[in-house]
């Protein structure tokens, strides 16, 4: 794998994972239990988000260093 992708992939799993534990911080002072569904369904709708959120900005920074050029 090349740096771009890692780059991509961590930020994806680091972003969702942080989401994910935020809001399962939420729901436990809401008074519920851990539901590790939920959990995971955070991680990886959030998780993909980020990952998607990263393409954009990588290909933005790439055209623009190209333009400066």
Same mark, same amino acid.
């Given at each position: 794998m090349n @740096? @771009? /992708?890692k780059t991509i992939i961590m930020g994806g799993l680091i972003g969702g994972i942080a989401y994910a %534990? !935020? +809001?399962a911080g939420f729901d436990y002072s809401d008074?519920?239990?851990f539901r590790i569904w939920r %959990? $995971? $369904?955070n991680a990886i709708i959030f998780g993909t988000f980020m990952a998607i +959120? #990263? !393409?954009y900005n990588i290909k933005k920074? /790439? &055209? &623009?260093? @190209? #333009? #400066? &050029?």
């Open positions: @740096k @771009k /992708t %534990f !935020i +809001m008074g519920q239990d %959990f $995971l $369904l +959120m #990263n !393409i920074q /790439t &055209e &623009e260093n @190209k #333009n #400066n &050029e």
